[in-house]
């Protein structure tokens, strides 16, 4: 199947770790993006990649950082976790040419 | 600053029954409009989109309306089914750079259809 997908599901910590979300794409697109979906279900944009280069990086904490091996891949790591990063965690893809984003299945981060 | 405003934030329908969803923005240099449906436990998916040359799209029983001069966007759904309960997000696109865009969403739309 063509699509995004997410790995893993949910991810349950405590405070203080450190933890990554990985993002794979076959749609064969240029583009990639992580959202940060909170409680109240806003959708906010984190980063965005573009051939492997960081396009938009959005007043994101330093304990999180993307990193894109290839086009196909977009992961997070996110560092000394807090509370305040539980949310669900959405990858998204798209063509540079084309604005149709397409979404991931999500992360459902939980830090306790 | 780029805002998108999305109302109602609860929709309740019967079966059959039309519902419509509006958003505004705020940035004149949006110009691609796309809704998603997100469904319980899944991720957003792009149900139909418009872009600003355009005035109004139809596929189905969804539609969307454009407004370039008020800066406002709408979904409607004819004929609503209980499976299209969910929640329904709007966005508008800004090009950012030259090599990517950015959605600015809406805050959602939950719609219930009743039996």
């Known amino acids: 199947d063509t699509a995004v997908s997410q790995t893993p599901k949910y991810l349950v910590t405590q405070m203080g770790n450190d933890k990554s979300i990985k993002c794979e794409q076959n749609l064969g697109h240029d583009t990639m993006y992580w959202y940060k979906q909170d409680s109240k279900k806003f959708l906010k944009i984190m980063f965005s990649y573009n051939n492997k280069e960081l396009i938009i990086n959005e007043t994101v904490p330093n304990r999180f950082s993307p990193k894109s091996p290839d086009k196909a891949h977009l992961n997070l790591h996110i560092n000394s976790l807090e509370l305040g990063d539980s949310a669900v965690y959405f990858c998204?893809?798209?063509?540079?040419?084309?604005?149709?984003?397409?979404f991931g299945p999500g992360t459902r981060l939980t830090v306790l | 600053g780029e805002n998108v405003e999305q109302h109602p934030s609860t929709l309740s329908v019967q079966e059959g029954d039309s519902a419509v969803i509006k958003c505004t923005y705020s940035?004149?240099?949006?110009?691609?409009f796309p809704w998603y449906k997100q469904e319980l436990g899944k991720g957003p998916q792009l149900i139909i989109d418009?872009?600003?040359?355009?005035g109004e799209k139809k596929d189905q029983r969804i539609a969307v309306t454009l407004n370039k001069t008020a800066k406002h966007f709408s979904l409607h759904i004819t004929e609503t089914q209980p499976e299209d309960s969910a929640v329904y997000f709007c966005?508008?696109?800004?090009?950012?750079?030259?090599?990517?865009?950015?959605?600015?969403f809406g805050t959602g739309t939950l719609l219930a259809v009743q039996p």
């Open positions: 966005a508008a696109s800004i090009r950012y750079g030259g090599a990517t865009n950015k959605l600015i």
């Open positions: 940035d004149s240099a949006s110009n691609y």
């Open positions: 998204a893809s798209s063509h540079q040419t084309n604005n149709e984003q397409f």
């Open positions: 418009i872009r600003s040359n355009v």
